[in-house]
């Protein structure tokens, strides 16, 4: 049974998202729950694991509202982790100290390929669909909450790599080599991250962002058969509206400033930009065809506050009047910022933004 939700008190994110008029520019940041924050790291701890923090619907939703807590931001985002679909396929996700994660069972096998199954979300992963539950229940309609997805290929990189590399040797060699395999891989996880997200959304999650962390390693050519249609076929069969409101997608490809059109065409809502575009520009290529989302280098935060006050302003210029635009960062926020130049950029985008929406 359905617990009745709060209406939006806050909607700017997703008005922005559908480039409705706002009054200011709402911000948010990806990784917003994370490291850089005390409080997260004393709840790391008590849960033992990062995977016992992100199995843990009551950790997790302790540490989404974490950043709601000490800034003022339009988002939250739910706490979980990309890998959670090739964890659920049995691939065994562990996390070894100082490397990231890694997979005991990378996909190296012709057999263990075709044996690929699209995990159930409401079995295999139902510690993520109850901490969208739980998240929902405790924002009581303070801020959208937005669920995720790693893209396709990114996730194909982490599973037949078996971790995190440098220069994807592995997979671009079944790219070349094997292209079936590594396509039906990438079918698998169009299928899995396709119900993955409906069932965030069914759960609660009022926008969902795919991570495209990997796409912009490809080749031009590469990244349109390996990546983008693959995103294109997730999106065609999202869910577009829950509890009466459009339910909408954004789509980021670091690395992807060279295909922003071709993303942009893809039925996606806004597209994610990380620092190596200038976002003006950027808007001039897709017109009003998409929002944009970004676009800060995140190492601006470790400048004194007068640098990270100027270079809001720059992004905030560079857009320009109207709506359509979420401030972010062009990447995850590292594990090393001081909390309190993150409160400098948010309030920094709220202040100086308004002149743009009057």
């Known amino acids: 049974m359905k617990l009745p939700r709060s209406p939006l008190k806050n909607d700017t994110f997703l008005r922005a998202l559908q480039r409705l008029p706002t009054d200011y520019t709402p911000v948010w940041i990806m990784r917003q729950a994370g490291r850089y924050l005390p409080e997260y790291n004393q709840t790391r701890r008590r849960a033992g694991s990062f995977l016992g923090l992100a199995k843990n619907p009551d950790f997790a939703t302790e540490v989404t509202l974490q950043p709601l807590e000490r800034f003022n931001l339009d988002a939250a985002i739910l706490f979980s982790d990309i890998l959670t679909i090739p964890d659920a396929m049995g691939l065994g996700l562990y996390f070894a100290d100082g490397e990231g994660p890694k997979f005991e069972r990378p996909l190296r096998d012709e057999k263990a390929i075709a044996k690929l199954t699209v995990p159930e979300p409401e079995e295999d992963l139902r510690y993520v669909m109850d901490a969208v539950r739980q998240i929902r229940q405790a924002l009581d309609g303070r801020v959208p909450l937005i669920g995720f997805s790693g893209s396709p290929y990114t996730l194909a990189c982490y599973m037949v790599e078996g971790g995190a590399s440098t220069d994807f040797r592995t997979i671009k060699t079944m790219l070349w080599e ?173 202040q100086l933004s308004l002149p743009y929406h009057r």
Not at 264 to 280: E, P, R, S
Not at 312 to 341: C, E, M, W
Request: with cysteine; aromatic share 8%; net charge negative.
């Open 178 to 350: 094997r292209p079936d395999l590594l396509h039906h891989i990438l079918a698998i996880n169009a299928q899995a991250v396709t119900q993955y997200l409906n069932a965030q959304i069914a759960a609660g999650a009022q926008a969902v962002m795919i991570f495209d962390t990997w796409g912009g390693s490809l080749s031009a050519e590469a990244y349109q058969r390996f990546s983008l249609d693959y995103l294109r076929r997730i999106v065609s069969q999202l869910t577009r509206e829950n509890e009466g409101r459009t339910v909408p997608v954004i789509v980021f490809t670091k690395g992807g400033g060279l295909w922003l059109e071709d993303i942009a065409d893809i039925g996606c809502d806004a597209v994610g930009l990380d620092w190596t575009i200038d976002i003006g520009v950027a808007r001039n290529r897709v017109g009003s065809k998409v929002a944009l989302q970004g676009n800060v280098d995140p190492m601006c935060l470790f400048a004194p506050p007068e640098v990270i006050q100027s270079q809001v302003a720059q992004v905030l210029s560079s857009y320009g009047k109207g709506s359509g635009h979420v401030f972010n960062l062009g990447h995850g926020i590292s594990q090393f910022t001081d909390p309190d130049r993150v409160r400098v950029l948010v309030d920094a985008v709220h």
